[in-house]
């Protein structure tokens, strides 16, 4: 095994790794092998105490630093994960199965990314000060105290970067909880914020299953939730931290449409569903995996998709040439595989791939559904896999009313080269984050989030500081108190 997938200790508190071998025994499993090759133990309520306590302590001295000098410490923490790239690509792909051929590129580098733009922006959050006649009045945005991360497995390293870096930047604390499939990469990450200068108890990060999340959720003496998951988990956590009134940031799946015009650049269009349905082999909260092609352009979309996909690598995620690899784990295989006997058993046309592939691995076919209706449950259920629905349409309107019909708005793409009916469609869909002859770009710099069910809240961006801060109004009088009596 190359990179130590065997971390020093389950769990990172108070600025040093933690070990509590009572908690339940969570077998990491490298998915393009089956292999286990790591073992972490789940928090236990003693963990979890240790974690939100040192964060307590820590968090009024950290806000109290300027903007600057909290900025400084993320901003070098960025430094040291792009010269640790390599080491944390191949962490990150042992974690969930990625390629490297995506890992060095998109992983670690955009948790740097988010580390250097909040980094930077840390010394700019500032309140206003507003003119009242003779008085006057100022905001101030104060940290919310101790955060909760709770991750997904598809971008753990990524993940535990966008929560954890605005959270610092803004003045709080973290308690990181990575999805329980992939442990490993968030240690990686607290390690290295505090080698660049973090204060013990400021990032830690903790293991185990929902039931440790939801301990984080309902701890009193937790003040906000940022959330990465699924909408079913999604709305049982929204639930509990309403309980205590908590802020919330909710990233959850979605069903996003891709709309595709006859009068689109072909190559563009078909790069542009790849993007959006087989990165990470599918699984990506904002893929548009309802694509909907106009009919003119049907029949070349579908032929030079299939004769794209026939040029994927598929195979061992080491080798830099690989460019789709397993599904994260044989579960989620099983749910994938299910969801393509529901396309056939539909009716749905299979016209790519559509089967698992021999092996240890979890590995599954790029698959493509032809003549899929808005009613089969391939086109109205996430499927998180490497499954893509192509639906027929000809009318703007009618493919408007369509994309819509569905309770999630993570995303929406359009491929046309009309750019003003580009804007005018894209104006018209639900949903957070949409693009326009593109797709699945995430830069810092753009807020990222869902509407409707997908989500609450925006990750990223000068948006992200609004949600890991509160706004305290101070009204000044510059003249004596009148009062009635
Ligand atoms: P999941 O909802 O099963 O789990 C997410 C996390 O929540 C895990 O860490 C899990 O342990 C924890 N959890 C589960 N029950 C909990 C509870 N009751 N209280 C507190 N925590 C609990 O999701 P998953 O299978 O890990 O990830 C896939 C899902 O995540 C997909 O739906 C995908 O769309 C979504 N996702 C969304 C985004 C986004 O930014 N919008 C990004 C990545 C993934």
Redesign the pocket.
């Given at each position: 095994m190359g990179y130590a997938t065997q971390p020093k200790a389950s769990h990172f508190v108070n600025g040093a790794y933690l070990e509590d071998t009572a908690g339940e025994v969570i077998e990491v499993v490298y998915p393009a092998t089956g292999e286990v090759i790591a073992k972490v133990h789940a928090a236990t309520p003693a963990v979890v105490e240790a974690a939100v306590s040192s964060a307590k302590a820590a968090q009024a001295e950290w806000a109290a630093l300027s903007g600057t000098e909290r900025g400084r410490i993320l901003r070098r923490a960025a430094d040291m994960i792009r010269e640790r790239n390599h080491d944390l690509s191949e962490l990150e792909t042992y974690d969930t199965g990625k390629p490297m051929s995506e890992t060095l590129y998109v992983d670690a580098t955009s948790g740097a990314d988010a580390l250097e733009y909040f980094g930077s922006l840390a010394g700019s959050i500032t309140g206003e000060h507003v003119h009242l006649g003779g008085d006057w009045g100022y905001t101030v945005r104060e940290p919310l105290g101790v955060c909760a991360g709770?991750?997904?497995?598809?971008?753990p390293t990524q993940?535990a970067c966008w929560k954890g870096a605005p959270a610092l930047a803004c003045g709080n604390a973290m308690i990181f909880?990575?999805?329980?499939?992939t442990p490993l990469c968030a240690l990686k990450v607290a390690e290295i914020l505090h080698e660049a200068g973090l204060p013990a108890g400021l990032y830690n990060v903790i293991q185990?299953?929902?039931?440790?999340?939801?301990s984080?959720?309902t701890h009193p003496e937790v003040d906000k939730?940022s959330?990465?998951?699924?909408?079913?988990?999604?709305k049982?956590?929204y639930a509990?931290a309403a309980a205590e009134m908590k802020h919330v940031t909710?990233?959850?799946?979605?069903k996003s449409p891709l709309i595709i015009f006859d009068d689109a650049d072909l190559e563009n269009a078909v790069g542009g569903a790849i993007l959006a349905n087989f990165y990470s082999t599918g699984?990506?909260?904002?893929n548009g995996t309802r694509v909907f092609v106009q009919k003119g352009i049907k029949e070349a979309f579908l032929k030079r998709l299939a004769e794209r996909l026939d040029t994927a690598v598929i195979g061992d995620p080491m080798d830099e040439a690989t460019n789709f690899g397993p599904m994260v784990s044989k579960s989620?295989r099983e749910i994938v595989l299910s969801y393509i006997e529901k396309g056939k058993a539909e009716g749905a046309r299979l016209a790519y791939g559509g089967g698992a592939i021999d092996g240890n691995g979890f590995f599954i076919q790029p698959t493509v559904f032809a003549d899929v209706t808005d009613d089969m449950t391939i086109a109205r259920e996430?499927i998180?896999g490497p499954v893509m629905s192509v639906l027929d349409f000809e009318d703007e309107d009618d493919v408007i009313a369509r994309a819509n019909d569905t309770e999630m708005g993570?995303s929406a793409g359009v491929f046309t080269a009309d750019l003003t009916r580009g804007h005018r469609v894209i104006g018209k869909i639900d949903a957070g984050s949409c693009f326009i002859n593109s797709y699945n770009d995430a830069p810092v710099e753009l807020p990222?989030?869902?509407s409707k069910q997908?989500?609450v809240g925006r990750?990223n961006s000068k948006a992200a500081i609004e949600h890991f801060t509160q706004l305290k109004s101070v009204y000044v009088r510059m003249g004596d108190v009148e009062s009635p009596f």
């Open positions: 709770i991750g997904a497995w598809n971008y993940i909880k990575p999805s329980e499939t185990g299953m929902g039931s440790v999340g939801a984080l959720v939730v959330l990465t998951g699924s909408v079913g988990t999604g049982k956590v509990a909710m990233e959850l799946g979605g699984q990506v909260c904002s989620q996430e998180f993570l990222f989030g869902g997908s989500g990750e």
